[in-house]
């Protein structure tokens, strides 16, 4: 099930029910054709991945998210656990502690475009 998210309220909450799991959002439009594409197999996917949490942000509807969370074009996916969006340093902070080496993180899971293959494996990746 895709959970349909309208403001900064209903984006807090449905992070904080994902809690451990992962949360893959996407930012789209009505009128993109490239999120009309993707629409139907986000849908699959997120009835395939029942551990997987799936949400979508209409960024006309939506403004104060979609400058929140610095979307510049559409589709935009993005990948939230634990409420925080995943970061290579989140990832790698298990294994190394890189906090005074001056190591600053950076999304590794942001991508625009309508790209399922990708989107699907950076799923698998890091659910």
Not at 64 to 93: C, D, G, N, W
């Amino acid at each position: 099930m895709v959970h349909t998210i309208k403001d900064m309220d209903e984006f807090k909450t449905f992070l904080k029910a994902a809690g451990c799991k992962l949360a893959v959002v996407e930012f789209s439009a009505k009128w993109c054709g490239a999120c009309k594409r993707i629409c139907p197999l986000f849908h699959a996917m997120s009835l395939q991945y029942q551990n997987v949490m799936f949400a979508k942000v209409d960024v006309d509807e939506s403004r104060e998210l979609a400058q929140t969370y610095h979307i510049k074009a559409i589709p935009t996916f993005q990948m939230f656990k634990q409420a925080q969006k995943v970061t290579l340093f989140s990832r790698l902070k298990r294994a190394i502690c890189c906090c005074r080496s001056g190591f600053v993180g950076k999304p590794i899971f942001e991508f625009c475009g309508a790209d399922a293959e990708k989107l699907e494996a950076k799923i698998q990746e890091l659910m």
